[in-house]
Each structure stands twice: as structure tokens, then as C-alpha cells.
């Protein structure tokens, strides 16, 4: 069980430098995710040996498709718990959920029903399809509340690509955004891979998350890994994943 992997010392070349995973769909039946208890160990096993010590879960949380509550979540991360000690995984686990800005969301955050990443961090999704028109105003609330929004993977945003004063506008007010390792890959299209790339150079990009959902994600992640393309400046970044996230 990737024993060879698992002793591994921590340093530039596996994703240990970032210590933790903040954005991944493994916990069970949730989500488009991992659908059993068994594909989460075998998430959180390959995730474990790509280095992480801490993996922390967000589930989808929309209006119409995937509406789990808190208490849904909270539910599965106990199972997934017991789970990981059975099968003597040693590793951290916790969860939070990814929220898409619908219009479920701002009662949420006006409830204080949220779950949070370590310090108060809330991750936040947008459609594929086009912006929210209100997410100035959502982002204020949440900031209003004492949260600090994260928002998932900008660079999968295409009505973006052409408008990156829209992505520094969001940075300027306070909104932290998170870049989703497999777009380095260009497993989402060169567009995306490309977007990606510029946010970092530019500096606007404070974290990085595996997205995982499923078997196909981690082949790609230990590609990534295991050709050295997750090495140079982007490794050597002091990324906020530890920091924010211990
Ligand atoms: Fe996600």
C-alpha cells in the first residue's frame, strides 16, 4: 500500500511542501465525488502518499443539485474517519464544503450555517456558465459576517479569460483565490493551463487544491508529480496552504 511512497521525505518534487489539501470530493455519496466509503480510501490513500498530512473535504453544497447540510457533511467525515483508522491510514482529515453562490447561499451565510476552513475561510464556487450577478454584494456579506471567502478555481472561469481586472478586482477586495493544481497539467485545456499559469505570475493566486473527485484526477496528479512538473517557481512558492490551513 504505497509503503515506498508513504516514508518518502518531505521536499520539492511530491506535493508535501503544500501540507495541506483544502478543496476534494472524497467523501462518500455526497457529491460528484467519491460515491462509496472504499473509493474515499482509495482518495485519501493516493492523496496521503502524494504527500499531504492534511486533507480537508468540501462537498458540493448547491440549491438544487447537492444539498447537503451541514450536519450531512459533519456525518460522513465521522464514518470516513473511522473508516481511514480501521485501514491504518495515518493521516489529519477534516471537511468543509465548496458553495456555489446560488440562491440558497446568502441565507446560508445571514444563518451562520456554514463550514468553514481553518480561519473562518468559506470556499465558493460561480457557475461554469457566467458570473453570479450579485457576488460583489455576497462577497461583502460574507466579509460582513467575519468570513474570508476563497474562490475555487478561477482560472475554470472562461467569461473570465478576457478580463483579468475582474480577477484583481476580486484579490483587491479581499477575496483569496485558489487554483486547482490539474489546470497546471492542462487537464482542463490549454486556455485554462494558461490562465492558471498568468494568475501566478501575476501574484494573485494564494492557494492551491487537488479538486480530486475521483481515480482519473489522481493519475494526473502523480503525472504532475512524477515527470518533476511540480517543481521550479511554482513548488518553491510559499503557497497558504499550510499557513491558513494547519
Ligand atoms: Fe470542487
Do not use: C
Not at 511512497?5 to 465525488?33: C, E
Not at 490513500?45 to 447537503?68: C, S
Request: proline residues 4%; aromatic residues 8%.
Amino acid at each position: 500500500m504505497f509503503e515506498f511512497l508513504r516514508r518518502r521525505k518531505p521536499g520539492i518534487g511530491t506535493l508535501s511542501v503544500l501540507g495541506t489539501d483544502m478543496h476534494a470530493h472524497w467523501l462518500p455519496g455526497l457529491d460528484d465525488g467519491a460515491p462509496t466509503v472504499e473509493d474515499s480510501l482509495l482518495l485519501i490513500r493516493e492523496l496521503t502518499a502524494l504527500g499531504y498530512q492534511k486533507l480537508i473535504a468540501t462537498p458540493h453544497v448547491m440549491a438544487d443539485l447537492y444539498r447537503n447540510s451541514s450536519a450531512d457533511i459533519r456525518e460522513r467525515l465521522a464514518i470516513t474517519r473511522q473508516a481511514v483508522a480501521a485501514a491504518g491510514i495515518t493521516v489529519d482529515l477534516d471537511a468543509a464544503a465548496e458553495y456555489l453562490i446560488d440562491e440558497g447561499f446568502e441565507a446560508k451565510v445571514e444563518r451562520k450555517d456554514l463550514l468553514t476552513l481553518p480561519g473562518n475561510h468559506v470556499l465558493v464556487e460561480y457557475s461554469f456558465v457566467s458570473a453570479p450577478p450579485s457576488s460583489e454584494g455576497v462577497f461583502f456579506k460574507l466579509q460582513s459576517a467575519g468570513y474570508v471567502p476563497i474562490l475555487a478555481h478561477p482560472e475554470r472561469y472562461r467569461y473570465y479569460h478576457d478580463d483579468f481586472a475582474a480577477y484583481r478586482r476580486l484579490v483587491e477586495r479581499g477575496v483569496k483565490l485558489q487554483v486547482n493544481l490539474l489546470s497546471l497539467t492542462g487537464y482542463y485545456g490549454q486556455s485554462v493551463k494558461q490562465v492558471a499559469l498568468q494568475l501566478i505570475e501575476q501574484g494573485l493566486v494564494s492557494i492551491l487544491g487537488t479538486d480530486a473527485h475521483h481515480p482519473g484526477h489522481l493519475e494526473e496528479l502523480r503525472k504532475l508529480v512524477g515527470n518533476g512538473k511540480f517543481s521550479g517557481p511554482i513548488a518553491k512558492h510559499k503557497w497558504d496552504n499550510g499557513m491558513l490551513f494547519r
